[in-house]
């Protein structure tokens, strides 16, 4: 490809697309593989290998459908691993990530996605990713009592750029708080590798409560809060692919590649937008080379999976939990709001968004998933009412 014919600003947007990605979640990636009981050269083979998969996918869609086709890991997903994997055995999680993955396949070969994205509604979904994210949110503001000077600063860093530069605030962020860690001496440098750490093959095992209680509401998520999203964004943008073809790409890879880690690859949504932006390329025909760019970006960093893995290590918890819950503050206001945006639905959304919230493991089973299940009766129950009501609005 021509210098030409890649401009630098297309080449930018790839490489912010794919630093805001990782910026934003890969401190939650490595709390959801801790969660899992994985020893640090696995969590490196997963970030490798999760960097590859969304580098191979993103490159190889952009390119041939020339368009903008950003691929990109569950966020919310991964936080909700974070909270619901303990307890479990890695064998366990390989096992949640490959039920759920195959659930994404079918869904795209049946062609059930919009479908079963009516089934549930739309608030519990919203409410349910709420509860799950909520931990996070109050483990950034908890830190503030033993780390002032690390998260009031990082805080303080997050409101101006959001102010300034809002769709980099998170970068600014973790560039700040990398930054006080540095002059405080809280970064234990002494383990730092570069070298490339082979991924490891992982058995997968199948229990029925972890199946239940974590592959179902995993696999809601996934689907309810980054592929919808992600094939919103494509389309508000003006671009179009048929969406089981999409998700029977990114589930197939995910699934072919979960005994390694890939827990999910996702259709992109926020970072999709920055590929998908004037600002990438002011022909909306050549967009896709930003897209393809990011993945060329996401393989180099792949391969920097184990350097990426011993940063996580070096830097303080408190670093970790501020960057993470800063960067899905935005996630849990929105879910918020649109849970309790429908007045008929809110008796039901509430129970949903507590219940997940509260942590509570019932047979073996978690609280998202319960918490999704008492939300449905209630909102079986209200449901003729709600109908009603629900008809005469505007």
Avoid at 158 to 179: D, E, N, Q, S
Wanted: proline share 5%; aromatic share 8%.
């Amino acid at each position: 490809m021509r210098h030409a014919s890649l401009p630098f600003p297309t080449i930018m947007s790839g490489f912010v697309a794919v630093l805001v990605g990782y910026a934003s979640s890969a401190a939650i990636i490595w709390q959801a593989a801790t969660a899992a009981g994985a020893t640090p050269d696995q969590i490196a083979g997963w970030m490798t290998m999760l960097g590859i998969a969304m580098g191979a996918s993103s490159l190889i869609l952009s390119c041939w459908y020339r368009i903008p086709v950003l691929t990109a890991w569950s966020t919310p997903g991964a936080a909700l691993l974070a909270t619901s994997l303990h307890g479990l055995t890695i064998n366990d999680a390989i096992g949640v990530f490959v039920f759920a993955n195959l659930l994404i396949v079918l869904c795209g070969v049946t062609g059930l996605f919009a479908r079963l994205m009516q089934i549930i509604p739309h608030s519990l979904a919203a409410a349910m990713l709420a509860g799950i994210l909520l931990r996070f949110g109050l483990d950034a503001f908890a830190n503030l009592q033993g780390h002032l000077g690390l998260t009031g600063t990082m805080l303080a860093c997050w409101v101006i750029a959001r102010r300034i530069a809002p769709r980099y605030a998170i970068v600014f962020t973790l560039v700040v708080g990398l930054v006080i860690c540095a002059m405080t001496g809280s970064i234990d440098t002494r383990h730092i590798d570069t070298h490339f750490v082979m991924p490891q093959w992982v058995t997968p095992h199948f229990s029925l409560s972890a199946l239940l209680g974590v592959g179902v509401p995993f696999f809601l998520v996934t689907m309810a809060s980054q592929n919808a999203p992600g094939v919103a964004t494509m389309k508000a943008s003006g671009y179009h692919l048929p969406v089981s073809l999409l998700m029977v790409v990114t589930g197939g890879l995910s699934l072919l590649l979960s005994p390694f880690g890939v827990f999910s690859v996702c259709i992109a949504a926020i970072t999709a937008a920055i590929c998908q932006s004037p600002e990438a390329h002011p022909d909306a025909q050549q967009r896709w080379k930003a897209s393809a760019t990011a993945g060329v970006f996401y393989l180099l960093a792949g391969l920097s999976g184990a350097t990426i893995t011993s940063l996580m290590a070096a830097v303080p918890e408190a670093w970790i939990q501020t960057l993470a819950g800063l960067a899905l503050l935005g996630t849990i206001s929105g879910s918020l709001v649109q849970a309790l945006n429908v007045p008929h639905q809110r008796d039901a959304a509430i129970i949903t968004f507590l219940i997940t919230a509260s942590g509570v493991t019932l047979g073996a089973v978690g609280s998202a998933f319960w918490g999704l299940v008492a939300g449905g009766v209630c909102y079986a129950c209200l449901a003729p009412k709600a109908r009603i009501a629900e008809g005469v609005q505007p």
